[in-house]
């Protein structure tokens, strides 16, 4: 099952693609690209309290990791950009930049704004179903989620610069272990999205999802309250062209 294509593509639909996936335990990954990475890609100084970037040599190293991510291509890797609605004219800009197929682009925001209440329901139970592997902020209480973590990496602000030996550690738990049909969460920014494409090029037999903000309520590290985690259903769905 592959998303829909416009004109037949709508946000309700996209997501339950996703939940169907991972009842089903399918191998896929989906990472999510937002104004953020898009204004790190697009070469634009950026600071949002949650992660920066500069014209440092170590930012434009992790500036390169980012762009390979979002053209990464391969059968299982799913890629979420900004939606016309949210972001105007940088939804056809990511869309060609990407150079993925539109079975394989849907919307970065897919798990929050009016899906936020189904995300919450239908989706997070759905990890109890497997092995997960936590990455978020060191700080995060992990104690709190609705479901238990089996291994945690706990990463540092700006994690995407300061944390890139964390996935040649990951890549090597992975084969140390043996870790198939794992469930792997990112809610780490844009390191998020360069672990989805460097963790799914090594053993693409696991599943990696970019959760980013949606479990910050539970984790207690949120760098800026989102205006979805209390008006997602006051918030009408985002749309596609």
Known sequence: MTFGIYPNKTFSEDIVVLKNKLENKEHFTFSKFADGEWAVMKDSPLNNNEFKYTNSQEHTKAREFLIESFKFQHPNYHVGISCPCCQGNAFEEMRDFSEQSLDKLTWANLWVNSNYKYYLSDIVPLFNNYNVALVAHKDSNVNNLPFTPK???????????????????????????????????????????????????????????????????????????????????????????
């Not at 890549?171 to 989805?196: H, Q, S």
């Not at 494409?197 to 990696?208: A, C, I, Q, S």
């Not at 949120?222 to 209390?230: M, N, Q, V």
């Open 151 to 241: 291994i945690f990496c706990a990463i540092d602000k700006d994690a995407w610069v300061v944390n890139q030996d964390k996935v040649d550690i990951l890549k090597n738990i992975i084969d140390e272990d043996n870790m198939e049909g794992w469930l792997f969460l990112f809610c780490c920014g844009p390191f998020g999205n360069i672990l989805a494409h460097k963790l799914t090029e090594h053993n693409d037999r696991n599943t990696y999802l970019d959760v980013g903000s949606t479990l910050n309520p539970f984790l207690e590290t949120e760098g800026f309250r989102r205006s979805y985690f209390a008006r997602h259903e006051q918030l009408s769905p985002c749309v596609w062209r």
